[in-house]
């Protein structure tokens, strides 16, 4: 690898309507907010937001209402995939060099709007096509000033208090149909280190756990057998940005508060549960109450 990543800056979350998605993270995550908050782009002619969880960023996003925005990359996303999980982005310090690396593997790049990079950036993001890197991966230049988590009096321990009892992100997962090709990218190409490996009855899937920057860890997981919910997404949309999932203090506590917010649980074994997809804006999301083996982060 040529270029060193840092810090996981965001995880996109689509939907159809911000307002009503940004409204039901405030309701079941209480996020810091102040970085984005329904930031208009002209560029994407999308509507997003920027939310701090515990240690990680997810950013809320939507189609603007505007003329042409079907055209552009996040309506089309969305006209094609609907409600889902969309990409992994990470700071970076050159753009140059993630450009010289993934265009040398012979990846498709482009920057806002999806416009092409046919030759080496030297500010901007870069966005990977998400077929040639398993799920569209941003790599961003800059630290946000604007980031907390950056600032000395950052409490990433804060939302424990809350009532889900969160105490980070534990992980995202990507689906994916090659495990050994998917490791290759996020262990030689991007510089993670794999931590650990299951085989999960819960969800149906072999894993392989990649940590990845300074406090990021990628599940990449391939279903074995058809009816999962990882199965059906790598069947219906191929690999992608397929789940997020939660560290929390107490499982029972965090099941008792979904359900008290409408959201149904629909598998659960001894440490980990899954909410329905129906309830949390299509995205699947995972809680647990431990840690990856190996998890860097302690």
């Given at each position: 690898?040529?270029?060193?990543?840092?810090?996981?800056?965001?995880?996109?979350?689509?939907?159809?309507?911000?307002?009503?998605?940004?409204?039901?993270?405030?309701?079941?995550?209480?996020?810091?907010?102040?970085?984005m908050d329904a930031g208009y782009s002209p560029i994407e002619k999308r509507d997003?937001?920027?939310?701090?969880?515990?240690?990680?960023?997810?950013?809320?996003?939507?189609?603007?209402?505007?003329?042409?925005?079907?055209?552009?990359?996040?309506?089309?996303?969305?006209?094609?995939?609907?409600?889902?999980?969309?990409?992994?982005?990470?700071?970076?310090?050159?753009?140059?060099?993630?450009?010289?690396?993934?265009?040398?593997?012979?990846?498709?790049?482009?920057?806002?709007?999806?416009?092409?990079?046919?030759?080496?950036?030297?500010?901007?993001?870069?966005?990977?096509?998400?077929?040639?890197?398993?799920?569209?991966?941003?790599?961003?230049?800059?630290?946000?000033?604007?980031?907390?988590?950056?600032?000395?009096?950052?409490?990433?321990?804060?939302?424990?208090?809350?009532?889900?009892?969160?105490?980070?992100?534990?992980?995202?997962?990507?689906?994916?149909?090659?495990?050994?090709?998917?490791?290759?990218?996020?262990?030689?190409?991007?510089?993670?280190?794999?931590?650990?490996?299951?085989?999960?009855?819960?969800?149906?899937?072999?894993?392989?756990?990649?940590?990845?920057?300074?406090?990021?860890?990628?599940?990449?997981?391939?279903?074995?057998?058809?009816?999962?919910?990882?199965?059906?997404?790598?069947?219906?949309n191929g690999d992608m940005c397929h789940a997020v999932t939660w560290q929390v203090?107490?499982?029972?506590?965090?099941?008792?508060?979904?359900?008290?917010?409408?959201?149904?649980?629909?598998?659960?074994?001894?440490?980990?549960?899954?909410?329905?997809?129906?309830?949390?804006?299509?995205?699947?999301?995972?809680?647990?109450?431990?840690?990856?083996?190996?998890?860097?982060?302690?």
């Amino acid at each position: 690898m040529s270029f060193t990543i840092g810090k996981l800056f965001h995880i996109i979350h689509i939907s159809d309507d911000l307002a009503e998605l940004d409204a039901w993270y405030d309701e079941i995550f209480n996020p810091t907010r102040g970085i984005m908050d329904a930031g208009y782009s002209p560029i994407e002619k999308r509507d997003a937001s920027l939310i701090v969880i515990g240690d990680a960023i997810i950013e809320p996003m939507a189609e603007s209402d505007i003329e042409g925005s079907e055209l552009m990359p996040v309506g089309r996303f969305y006209n094609r995939f609907g409600r889902h999980w969309h990409s992994l982005a990470w700071y970076i310090e050159d753009v140059g060099d993630a450009w010289d690396t993934m265009t040398a593997l012979g990846v498709r790049v482009v920057t806002d709007g999806g416009v092409a990079l046919p030759t080496r950036p030297t500010d901007g993001s870069l966005f990977t096509h998400p077929r040639d890197t398993h799920t569209q991966l941003e790599f961003y230049p800059h630290v946000m000033p604007v980031d907390p988590r950056y600032n000395a009096d950052f409490d990433a321990l804060a939302w424990e208090k809350y009532p889900l009892g969160l105490k980070r992100m534990a992980y995202a997962t990507v689906v994916v149909a090659d495990l050994d090709k998917a490791q290759g990218l996020f262990t030689k190409v991007l510089g993670g280190d794999l931590i650990h490996e299951s085989m999960s009855d819960l969800t149906g899937t072999h894993n392989l756990y990649v940590s990845v920057g300074e406090n990021a860890i990628v599940e990449l997981a391939r279903p074995t057998n058809d009816d999962s919910i990882a199965a059906r997404d790598l069947d219906k949309n191929g690999d992608m940005c397929h789940a997020v999932t939660w560290q929390v203090l107490d499982l029972d506590r965090a099941a008792a508060f979904l359900e008290s917010k409408g959201i149904h649980i629909i598998a659960r074994d001894e440490h980990t549960l899954i909410a329905d997809p129906d309830d949390t804006f299509g995205a699947p999301m995972r809680f647990t109450d431990i840690s990856i083996p190996g998890d860097p982060r302690g």
